[in-house]
């Protein structure tokens, strides 16, 4: 599949998803970390933490496709966590999500507390429907 291809994906899922992350329903961006990071009150750097990503549901080497029903929009954290230490098999997306609406119930999810600061912030923080954990 072509980077262009996986790159329409993303981009509906992040319009789909009104713009938060699949898993830890935080504010994600497309473009402009400074003027996302500018209009949220944080730093450029906490930002790119919330770079949008295309994360696939089921792995492309699980047999799953480069679908709008298998690419999700996730943050760079959320996404790159889900991966770490776990090149051949990444937790399934349900057991995944719970994990982190756990941690992020707990305040103990991302570094540097961005959920807090969208908290502080007044944001209303997206709370996705959780699969039965």
């Known amino acids: 599949m072509t980077q262009s291809h996986i ?7 992040f319009h789909r998803q009104h713009c938060l992350c699949f898993y830890c329903g ?5 473009e402009a970390v ?9 730093s450029n750097a906490q930002a790119n933490l919330l770079k949008c990503t295309a994360e696939h549901l089921i792995a492309e080497r699980d047999g799953g496709q480069a679908t709008p029903g298998n690419i999700v929009a996730a943050c760079a954290w959320c996404n ?4 770490a230490g776990r090149p ?11 994990r982190v609406a756990k941690r992020m119930a707990m305040g103990k ?3 540097t507390g961005l ?12 709370a996705p429907k959780m699969p039965e954990c």
């Open 80 to 83: 790159r966590r889900r991966h």
């Open 7 to 13: 790159q329409k994906l993303r981009l509906i899922a």
């Open 88 to 98: 051949h098999k990444a937790p399934d997306a349900p057991t995944y999500r719970c």
């Open 34 to 42: 400074e003027q996302f990071a500018s209009a949220h009150g944080i």
């Open 115 to 126: 959920a807090a600061v969208f908290k502080r912030n007044g944001h209303a923080c997206y």
């Open 26 to 30: 935080l504010p994600i961006w497309e």
């Open 109 to 111: 999810w991302h570094p």
